[in-house]
C-alpha cells in the first residue's frame, strides 16, 4: 500500500492535488472520499472534475445522490452517499453498471454508506481537519 500525505490548507493547494490526480487516474477507478463533512470532499470533486476539462457547473450530488459528467478525458461519476437509507439503493440507481459500462472515474463520498454493495476502492482519499490546517492522505490500496 502506497501513501502519501499533502497539505491541503490553501484552496491552491488542493487544486494541484486534483489536476496531478486527473491525470492518473483513468478507466474505471474506485476512488471513496473519507473525512467529516466541511473538510474538502466535495471542493476537491469539483476541482478533479475541471481538470478533467468539463467546463458546465459541478453541483454537490448530496439529493441527486449521483452526477455523472462527461469530460473531454472520459466520464466522472460523483457520489455523494450521506443520504443512502440501505446499500441496495446502489443497484436502483445502476452506478455500478454506469461505472464499468462508461470506464468511469467514480468518486464516492460517504463510502462506508454503500458497504457490502461497492467493490473495494482502488485509491482512498482522507481528508482531515487539524488546528489550522487540512491534510489530505492518500492511499493505494494495490
Given amino acids: ?29 474506485w476512488v471513496y472520499l473519507n473525512g ?3 473538510c474538502g470532499k466535495t471542493t476537491f470533486s469539483q476541482q478533479f472534475i475541471a481538470a478533467k476539462g468539463y467546463t458546465g457547473r459541478v453541483t454537490s450530488p448530496t439529493y441527486a445522490i449521483m452526477q455523472d459528467y462527461d ?9 455523494d452517499l450521506y443520504r443512502l437509507a440501505d446499500p441496495e439503493e446502489l443497484y436502483e440507481i445502476g452506478l455500478i453498471e454506469m461505472a464499468e459500462s462508461s470506464q468511469a472515474v467514480v468518486l464516492i463520498e460517504w463510502a ?3 458497504q457490502g454493495v461497492l467493490p473495494q476502492a482502488d485509491l482512498q482519499l482522507d481528508f482531515t481537519l487539524l488546528k489550522e490546517n487540512r491534510q489530505l492522505c492518500i492511499r493505494n490500496n494495490e
Avoid: R
Fill in 1 to 29: 500500500m502506497t501513501i502519501k500525505t499533502y497539505d491541503i490548507s490553501e484552496l491552491s493547494d488542493l487544486s494541484s492535488v486534483a489536476e496531478e490526480l486527473s491525470t492518473q487516474l483513468n478507466g474505471t477507478t
Fill in 36 to 38: 467529516d463533512l466541511g
Fill in 71 to 79: 469530460t473531454p478525458n472520459g466520464t466522472v461519476i460523483h457520489c
Fill in 112 to 114: 462506508e454508506k454503500g
